[in-house]
């Protein structure tokens, strides 16, 4: 069943994340089966004070989201990426079935 990698955050160095942080991340993404649903610095809230940086990646499964996020060889890009993010917030979310 597929599964879903959301985050949002605020992005202090735009110009940062473009060029070197998103390079890096793809090939990580396109590892794991992955693909990217949203990406977006400049979201529009709707309710309450969240983050305006949101992106949602699908992946194949829960198992292929952990395994992108745990990478021993994402994990300097992924720095790099908190380097240039605050109040960054990961939730890992299986897609919905019906019941």
Known sequence: MAAYFILTHTITDLETYRSEYIPQVL???????????VASPDSE?????????????????????????????????KELRIAVTTNANAVLAPEFQMP
């Not at 090939?27 to 649903?37: H, N, S, T």
């Open 27 to 37: 090939p990580f993404i396109a590892k794991y089966g992955g693909e990217m649903v």
């Open 45 to 77: 809230p709707l309710q309450g004070k969240p983050e305006k940086g949101v992106v949602i990646l699908r992946f194949p499964s829960q198992e292929a989201v952990r395994g992108f996020v745990n990478d021993p060889d994402y994990q300097p890009a």
